[in-house]
Structure formats: structure tokens, C-alpha cells
């Protein structure tokens, strides 16, 4: 089977070299374990952070190994009783077809309402991120105005929708027409600023200002630099920051932050969070997210790169805003 290794460490923005792509014999399970044939792999910002040998909350990618990644697919051989084959399953297979476990995080899921991989967009981790941040850190009431950046990706869409289901105003911000459009006319936010366009204008402050009428009361914040200094000029007194990502920076961007001040003059609460550490959250975030989903009132799209050989390319395109909502990558044939 195939798997892709990180074969070097990126010196400033990833390059496709970064990657090897290795066919590997399949291995033998033994007892306690399971063979799993992905279906999909999901591509995450965390991944480029973790491509450096810096300090950070979690160890470095390991060179030369399988690169990490959520995966969700099928059990084929089971030498564990606690799952048959058949079984759909998720897991942190990396970025390969095929996945070896002794069952430790690997979890089984019902596909009778939601799809497969929606368990690693709206209904996984980046949906949990969403949640946790709105509901644990957020706490946006009714009427508030909540804004949000990398608005139409797989986390913040659940933000805008999360905060419409609440009664708040939902401002996205995000780069380009189209992608403004999606989280307007298709997620329901009542408004979304092109940053992109905004930059090239010189107004983003006056376009945010313009969305932002009664300022804004809680930020979900997942890319830092620019677009996050502008929301602090518009930020209310005890206002709430969920420091989520700065994902601007991920890739050698500048991360610099001129309006830091306004934390102190309006009183703000800013709290960075990891969301694997909140686990005990997990199952009734996930309950309600899968519900949301079920019901058809939470909605999601997903970018898929057809096989494992374009994951790289996928992944370079994820940092530079390619993406249409979730990134994922198919390792089955459709
Ligand atoms: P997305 O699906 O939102 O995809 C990434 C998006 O980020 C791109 O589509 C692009 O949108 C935007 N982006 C990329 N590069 C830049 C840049 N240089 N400047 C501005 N925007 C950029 O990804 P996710 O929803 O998975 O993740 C969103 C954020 O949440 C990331 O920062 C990620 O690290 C963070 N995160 C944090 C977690 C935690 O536990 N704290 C867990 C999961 C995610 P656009 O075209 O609109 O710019």
C-alpha cells in the first residue's frame, strides 16, 4: 500500500519535496489487532506546525514516518473481538492507505445518518474546536455580534452557524468573492468581509466597521496577523477572544499585532486552547453536532483530492486558502 513520510522539514513555506510518496508491504495484525483501509484522510494546519522542530504543545513530526493524520475507514482483518470487519472506524491512520491498531483510539461509527466523512469535518475534531471555543469560551448571547475568520473553512463554518442557532450576528471573514458568498447565502451569516479584496482596497478596518455596526463581542480567531488587528479596533468592552489558530504565520507570514492595547483598554478575555486536551467535551459536543448535521440544520462542504499522491499538493493548497470548506483526500476509488 501506499503512505506518504515526511522526508524533510520545510524552511519557510512546505514544498512538495518536503514528502515521499512509499509503497510499503501490507503487515500482518497480530493479536489484539486490526487492519483498516482508509477512506479518507483529513488535512489539517495543525500538520505544518508540527512539520517544525519548534517547541509547541505536541513533538515534532517524526522524519522519515508516516505522516500523522485523522483518518476515517473500514476494518478488513480483526484480530480484536471489540471490532469485526466491516466496521467503519476512526482513527489517526496518517497520511496511508492502510492502518494497523491495537484499538486505542479508534473509534466505531454509525453512518446510518451522517456520512463517513463528515466524521472529520462538522462531526469531528474541527467541529469540536468550533463548538468548544463558542460554547466554553465564547459564550455569546443573543443579539451579540460574533466574528469569525477562515470563515468557510471546516471550523469556521460551524462558528457562524453555531452563533446564527444562538440568535447572534454572524460576521465571517474570509478570502474571496466566492467564498464570502457561501457563508452568506449558503451558511446564513448576516455578513462576511473579503479580506483579500479588503487589503487591496486599503480598507479592511472600514469593511469590517461596516459589518461590525455595534463593534463585536466575541472573536473566534484562526488566523491571526492582519485580519485579527482589525477585529481588536472593533472589539466591545469585556469582550472574549478564542484563540483557535493563527494560521497566517503557520507557513514564515507576519504575525505582528499593532492593536494590542484594546485588550487592556476594553477589558478582554483572550484564551488560547488545544482541543484535544478537552476530551471529556468530546461526546456531548459531538451528540449535538451530530444531531445538527442529521437534522440538516448544520451544513458543511468539503474539498476532496482524489488520491494519496495529491495530498501534498492538497495540503500546500489548504495553507494558501484553496480550499472550499473541509480538505480531505480520498484513498479509496470513488
Ligand atoms: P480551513 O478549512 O479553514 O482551511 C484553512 C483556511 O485558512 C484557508 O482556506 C484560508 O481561508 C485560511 N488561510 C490560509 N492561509 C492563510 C493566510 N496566510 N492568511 C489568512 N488566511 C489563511 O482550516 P480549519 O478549519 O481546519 O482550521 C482553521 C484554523 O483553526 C487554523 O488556524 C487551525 O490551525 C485552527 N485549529 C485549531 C485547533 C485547536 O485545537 N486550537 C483545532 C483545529 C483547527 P481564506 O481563503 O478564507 O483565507
Same mark, same amino acid.
Given at each position: 500500500?501506499?503512505?506518504?513520510?515526511?522526508?524533510?522539514?520545510?524552511?519557510?513555506?512546505?514544498?512538495?519535496?518536503?514528502?515521499?510518496?512509499?509503497?510499503?508491504?501490507?503487515?500482518?495484525?497480530? #493479536?489484539?489487532?486490526?487492519?483498516?483501509?482508509?477512506?479518507?484522510?483529513?488535512? @489539517?494546519?495543525?500538520?505544518?506546525?508540527?512539520?517544525? #522542530?519548534?517547541?509547541?504543545?505536541?513533538?515534532?513530526?517524526?522524519?522519515?514516518?508516516?505522516?500523522?493524520?485523522?483518518?476515517? =475507514?473500514?476494518?478488513?482483518?480483526?484480530?480484536?473481538?471489540?471490532?469485526?470487519?466491516? #466496521?467503519?472506524?476512526?482513527?489517526?491512520?496518517?497520511?496511508?492507505?492502510?492502518?494497523?491498531?491495537?484499538?486505542?483510539?479508534?473509534?466505531?461509527?454509525?453512518?446510518?445518518?451522517?456520512? /463517513?466523512?463528515?466524521?472529520?469535518?462538522?462531526?469531528?475534531?474541527? =467541529?469540536?474546536?468550533?463548538? %468548544?471555543?463558542?460554547?466554553?469560551?465564547?459564550?455569546?448571547?443573543?443579539?451579540?455580534?460574533?466574528?469569525?475568520?477562515?470563515?468557510?473553512?471546516?471550523?469556521?463554518?460551524?462558528?457562524?452557524?453555531?452563533?446564527?442557532?444562538?440568535?447572534?450576528?454572524?460576521?465571517?471573514?474570509?478570502?474571496?468573492?466566492?467564498?464570502?458568498? %457561501?457563508?452568506?447565502?449558503?451558511?446564513? $451569516?448576516?455578513?462576511?468581509?473579503?479580506?483579500?479584496?479588503?487589503?487591496?482596497?486599503?480598507?479592511?478596518?472600514?469593511?469590517?466597521?461596516?459589518?461590525?455596526?455595534?463593534?463585536?463581542?466575541?472573536?473566534?480567531?484562526?488566523?491571526?496577523?492582519?485580519? $485579527?488587528?482589525?477585529?481588536?479596533?472593533?472589539?466591545?468592552? $469585556?469582550?472574549?477572544?478564542?484563540?483557535?489558530?493563527?494560521?497566517?504565520?503557520?507557513?514564515?507570514? @507576519?504575525?505582528?499585532?499593532?492593536?494590542?492595547?484594546?485588550?487592556?483598554?476594553?477589558?478582554?478575555?483572550?484564551?488560547?486552547?488545544?482541543?484535544?486536551?478537552?476530551?471529556?467535551?468530546?461526546?456531548?459536543?459531538?451528540?449535538?453536532?451530530?444531531?445538527?448535521?442529521?437534522?440538516?440544520? /448544520?451544513?458543511?462542504?468539503?474539498?476532496?483530492?482524489?488520491?494519496?499522491?495529491?495530498?501534498?499538493?492538497?495540503?500546500?493548497?489548504?495553507?494558501?486558502?484553496?480550499?472550499? =470548506?473541509?480538505?480531505?483526500?480520498?484513498?479509496?476509488?470513488?
Amino acid at each position: 500500500f501506499q503512505r506518504i513520510v515526511l522526508a524533510s522539514r520545510p524552511s519557510g513555506e512546505v514544498t512538495a519535496n518536503n514528502f515521499r510518496l512509499e509503497t510499503v508491504p501490507v503487515p500482518t495484525i497480530m #493479536d489484539g489487532q486490526v487492519l483498516i483501509r482508509n477512506h479518507f484522510l483529513s488535512l @489539517d494546519p495543525y500538520m505544518r506546525v508540527r512539520m517544525d #522542530d519548534a517547541k509547541n504543545y505536541a513533538a515534532p513530526q517524526a522524519l522519515n514516518e508516516t505522516m500523522i493524520g485523522g483518518t476515517v =475507514g473500514e476494518i478488513i482483518a480483526s484480530k480484536n473481538p471489540q471490532f469485526q470487519i466491516g #466496521d467503519k472506524v476512526i482513527g489517526m491512520m496518517g497520511w496511508a492507505e492502510i492502518g494497523v491498531s491495537d484499538g486505542t483510539l479508534l473509534r466505531k461509527l454509525d453512518t446510518t445518518h451522517i456520512p /463517513l466523512s463528515a466524521y472529520l469535518g462538522a462531526v469531528g475534531m474541527p =467541529g469540536m474546536t468550533a463548538w %468548544y471555543g463558542f460554547t466554553q469560551i465564547m459564550q455569546a448571547k443573543e443579539g451579540e455580534t460574533v466574528v469569525v475568520s477562515a470563515a468557510s473553512g471546516a471550523v469556521g463554518s460551524v462558528v457562524g452557524q453555531l452563533a446564527k442557532l444562538r440568535g447572534c450576528r454572524a460576521v465571517g471573514i474570509a478570502g474571496g468573492a466566492e467564498k464570502c458568498a %457561501y457563508v452568506v447565502n449558503e451558511l446564513g $451569516f448576516d455578513a462576511c468581509v473579503d479580506y483579500k479584496a479588503a487589503n487591496q482596497a486599503g480598507n479592511l478596518a472600514e469593511q469590517l466597521a461596516a459589518a461590525t455596526p455595534n463593534g463585536i463581542d466575541a472573536i473566534f480567531e484562526n488566523v491571526g496577523g492582519a485580519s $485579527f488587528d482589525a477585529c481588536l479596533l472593533r472589539v466591545n468592552p $469585556f469582550g472574549r477572544i478564542a484563540l483557535c489558530g493563527m494560521i497566517s504565520g503557520y507557513d514564515g507570514g @507576519d504575525m505582528a499585532i499593532q492593536n494590542a492595547r484594546m485588550l487592556l483598554s476594553m477589558r478582554v478575555t483572550l484564551r488560547g486552547f488545544i482541543i484535544s486536551e478537552h476530551l471529556d467535551f468530546w461526546p456531548q459536543g459531538l451528540k449535538e453536532l451530530g444531531s445538527l448535521v442529521a437534522q440538516g440544520k /448544520l451544513k458543511f462542504r468539503e474539498s476532496i483530492a482524489p488520491n494519496l499522491a495529491t495530498a501534498p499538493e492538497a495540503f500546500i493548497g489548504l495553507l494558501k486558502g484553496k480550499n472550499l =470548506g473541509k480538505q480531505l483526500v480520498r484513498l479509496i476509488p470513488e
